[in-house]
């Protein structure tokens, strides 16, 4: 299986902050990265796919970049309802992985 | 709208199975795949395996092949995740979830709201 490591594994940040979120996998994925964001006791919520498409009525400050085996999740200027686990997905190989989240809290 | 509504929280024995269901409704049923993703307690997503739903081929995570079964009933729409022989370790909130995009692609832009199985003597 692909491994996919997330960094860091948990963040502090102040609105207004630009957060970086970081995934690396364990063999070149192309641009099969996908990204969600997952609120306490809620499901995982899609943020960003194949590496840098936004979702449909994700805001503009979420974006994502990357290829091959190192990708990032940016955002631009944290809101309050940004504090969340977020985690990455890679979607190249018929049996999908993970990363291990990326909990971001409030400084 | 799209919708998927899963079956409610389960209480199990260990070595007893469980069988949770996904109903979607909002869109045509047998046009999206739909995969399975669990999350133990305080825990990173896992992901299970998928169901083909127009054809029920299935691909699981070697993790789970032999213990879980992968259904669909197209009259109704539903989905189902059959896992046996469970553990204590099997203890985890049960996701369905559907591709975002007609051509099959893992990604999921769907989700249900998740059942929790709790596994314990």
């Known amino acids: 299986d692909i491994q996919m490591t997330q960094s860091p594994s948990s963040l502090s940040a102040s609105v207004g902050d630009r957060v970086t979120i970081t995934c690396r996998a364990s063999q070149s994925i192309s641009g099969y990265l996908n990204w969600y964001q997952q609120k306490a006791g809620k499901a995982p919520n899609l943020l960003i796919y194949?590496?840098?498409s936004l979702q449909s009525g994700v805001p503009s400050r979420f974006s994502g970049s990357g290829s091959g085996t190192d990708f990032t999740l940016t955002i631009s200027s944290l809101q309050p309802e940004d504090f969340a686990t977020y985690y990455c997905q890679q979607s190249y190989s018929t049996s999908v992985t993970f990363g291990g989240g990326t909990k971001v809290e409030i400084k | 709208q799209v919708q998927l509504v899963q079956s409610g929280a389960e209480v199990k024995k260990p070595g007893a199975s469980v069988k949770v269901s996904c109903k979607a409704s909002?869109?045509?049923?047998?046009?999206?795949?739909i995969s399975w993703v669990r999350q133990a307690p305080g825990q990173g997503l896992e992901w299970m395996g998928w169901?083909?739903?127009?054809?029920?081929?299935?691909n699981s995570a070697q993790k789970f092949q032999g213990r879980v079964t992968m259904t669909t009933d197209t009259s109704t729409s539903t989905a189902y995740m059959e896992l046996r022989s469970l553990r204590s370790d099997d203890t985890a909130i049960y996701y369905c979830a559907r591709d975002q995009l007609v051509l099959p692609a893992a990604i999921y832009g769907y989700w249900g709201q998740g059942t929790l199985v709790t596994v314990s003597s």
């Open positions: 909002g869109y045509t049923f047998t046009s999206y795949r």
């Open positions: 194949a590496a840098s």
């Open positions: 169901i083909t739903t127009y054809n029920d081929k299935t």
